[in-house]
């Protein structure tokens, strides 16, 4: 199978190029590096199944021109910054809801009619049900980045059923992992890096927040596709825990061996917008066979020991 | 109160700007005149307190300009043609999702925070639970025209969060009534005119669907803008009762005292993406006190005596 991939050289893109080749696919990536990290595609590079396509999903010509030739696009190219949506408005709607709908007309310029998203828990708004199932009640929502996955899992389904297409719509929790660069842990290592005695929190640390290992996260992807056989198939991933921020930053102080003092920025959510509970229902998936082999606590570490190796991400970012 | 209303030229856009006149306030309609017309705002324009802008919503620094001054956005400029959505599906990207877009931006732009937005009962896709309520399981679309009113839907709730707007967002039935002018009755009409003895129609005819006249529309909205005080606040509006499409024919003929031949297309949906069965529950809206005037039969009627008097609304589409 030729896999096209939007966003493949950013975190979980490159982790799932870096599967799909192993599997043997032929692979195009088509990232335009704002986020993306060419080292990210180093191994990728060197199988002769793959090509990297530096381009923008804004740029529609080009996006179709790459995709010439390939079966299966996984679209995972966006603007993924949840926490200053209200900064930007308009980057939401371009980066997420305008690309997503110029990566569904040129698959259909190409006649490709499989498409793998990435979308988010965030959806859900401030869910009414905990944990949250695919059909929760129709959610409101809380954020830009919420509201421009929802308008890309809509036209989704909209060309599913205008154009034949099958969609496979993935309700993500934060992805924790190998090649993690930006969220939580990052921002507290950075942190800890300058200060090790004190570390600023927004909110009262008590939120709550449920996180996926990548490869788990790929393997779920992988299950889900094999198996799922609507014409359009959501899934939550996630596990079946969650954890709140401080004991995240209890896990990252125990094996940085430091014991900083916390300076929280005070209320029930760390910035407008932000969910002080998320956790998804996962039943679904789980259904089909999938379950996570790392705990949250894992995920964090392993994420954690990561960066510790990868001194130049930090300075980059 | 000074109201600026986008497709205040169009078939529910004008009826309320009319209906806020008589209430005294000051009105600025927004509208390219693509299909709204010129004529529904005659009586409009004998008031002083009334003024015209000739504009698309595309164009944002003219949009952001006309708001000069007002203080509640009405949005109901849109493209409404569910049913050919898929032989332009840049049309429901263009003049619903980054129009609303841009209604919020001008809005921002001169610190306007409340608006009124004309949503979908399409939004709900095919309910798995009917009467749909507002809080129904999170649908999967079907059209790109629903796909487009759930991203402004979407978008508008984040702007409340995000920028302390208020929003009153309105799933409508289809709406009948005076100004009609798309639509079931509007096709029927002009088919039986040509051929008073055959009638072509989409699907089986077995397609139940509810309907809401015009003036019990605006009566509702009203209601809500005056009683509702959430932050995002949602509300369908439709009747409590649905007719089959052949009820709605035979209502049609009766009044026109013919009897014509029905030649069904087929199948259970009309077009792509038609809703074999669209009835909401409307409860939420009559526990504020709301009831409707005319039952649906009364509408359909009433729609078809107002076409029967304006036939250059037939000529001209």
Redesign the interface.
């Known amino acids: 199978m030729h896999y096209f991939v939007t966003g493949g050289a950013g975190f979980i893109g490159s982790n799932l190029v870096d599967r799909l080749l192993q599997a043997s696919h032929h692979v195009t990536v088509y990232d335009n590096l704002s986020t993306g990290q060419i080292e990210f595609l180093k191994r990728a590079q060197e199988s002769a199944q793959f090509k990297l396509v530096q381009g923008d999903t804004l740029d529609l010509p080009a996006l179709t021109s790459a995709m010439h030739g390939c079966e299966f696009v996984f679209h995972l190219a966006a603007n993924a910054d949840v926490r200053f949506?209200?900064e930007h408005?308009?980057k939401d709607?371009e980066q997420n809801?305008?690309a997503t709908?110029n990566v569904?007309?040129a698959m259909r310029a190409n006649s490709i009619r499989k498409i793998g998203f990435s979308s988010t828990g965030s959806i859900y708004?401030e869910a009414?049900l905990i944990p949250t199932p695919?059909?929760?009640?129709?959610?409101?929502?809380?954020?830009?980045y919420?509201?421009?996955k929802?308008?890309g899992?809509?036209?989704i389904?909209?060309?599913c059923?205008?154009?034949g297409f099958q969609g496979y719509i993935f309700r993500f929790v934060s992805i924790l992992g190998e090649r993690y660069t930006h969220g939580h842990i990052f921002d507290f290592y950075r942190q800890l890096l300058a200060d090790p005695h004190h570390l600023r929190v927004l909110g009262n640390g008590q939120q709550r927040k449920s996180y996926l290992y990548v490869q788990d996260c790929i393997n779920a992807i992988f299950t889900v596709i094999e198996h799922a056989q609507e014409k359009?198939n959501?899934y939550n991933l996630g596990t079946d825990e969650y954890c709140r921020v401080v004991d995240s930053i209890g896990w990252i102080a125990d094996r940085l061996g430091i014991k900083p003092e916390l300076q929280f920025t005070g209320g029930e959510r760390g910035w407008?917008?932000d969910n002080p509970f998320i956790f998804l229902n996962c039943s679904k998936v789980r259904a089909l066979g999938w379950q996570p082999k790392l705990t949250i606590q894992q995920s964090v570490v392993k994420t954690l020991e990561y960066l510790m190796e990868q001194n130049w991400l930090l300075e980059r970012r």
Not at 134 to 144: G, M, N, R, Y
């Open positions: 949506g209200t408005p308009r709607l809801t305008i709908f569904l007309e708004g009414a695919e059909d929760a009640p129709f959610p409101v929502q809380t954020s830009l919420g509201a421009s929802l308008s899992e809509g036209l389904a909209a060309y059923e205008g154009f359009v959501i407008i917008g």
